[in-house]
């Protein structure tokens, strides 16, 4: 029996299940997984400074800012190490991102390799956003909320997956 490995392009398809996923939220990846990831995406991981967020639950998010002064958010997932369940928001965030909306939605970076998100040598994906411009919502405008939620639940409805 030989030695099989998957690409990561075939990791995608397949919704390849590992078992080594990061720790969630806030808390930190390895420093060398960051750099893995980081080098999927830019030139020269190793120059690219990273600072954790301060939200997420789920995922480890960092801002990342490159030698070139350029700013995103790098995600590494932690969704159970379910390739599948990634291609499904990113073919979501693509569809959305294609429609004229009042509002940015989040626009993967591609990978060096050309892909919108990448499999680590965890298990994890990851994958790199622009980083839109602006502030959260407020609580306290619920009507620009509301308006916000309505015209994302109709673009939602044009979505095929």
Do not use: W
Not at 71 to 85: E, H, M, P
Not at 102 to 109: E, I, K
């Amino acid at each position: 029996a030989g030695n099989t490995q998957l690409t990561s392009h075939q990791a995608h398809r397949g919704g390849v299940v590992a078992k080594d996923a990061p720790k969630t939220g806030q808390h930190q990846v390895e420093e060398a997984l960051t750099r893995e990831a980081l080098g999927l995406f830019f030139d020269e991981p190793d120059r690219c400074s990273t600072t954790n967020t301060s939200g997420g639950v789920n995922n480890v998010v960092s801002y990342v800012q490159t030698p070139q002064g350029d700013k995103y958010i790098l995600r590494i997932y932690n969704n159970g190490n379910v390739s599948a369940k990634v291609v499904f928001e990113h073919t979501v965030l693509s569809q959305l991102a294609q429609q004229k909306l009042s509002f940015q939605v989040p626009r993967a970076l591609l990978s060096k390799s050309g892909n919108m998100h990448e499999l680590l040598s965890s298990g994890a994906e990851c994958c790199v956003f622009e980083i839109i411009p602006g502030e959260l919502a407020k609580t306290t405008s619920p009507e620009e909320v509301g308006r916000a939620t309505g015209e994302l639940n109709t673009a939602m409805g044009k979505v095929s997956v």
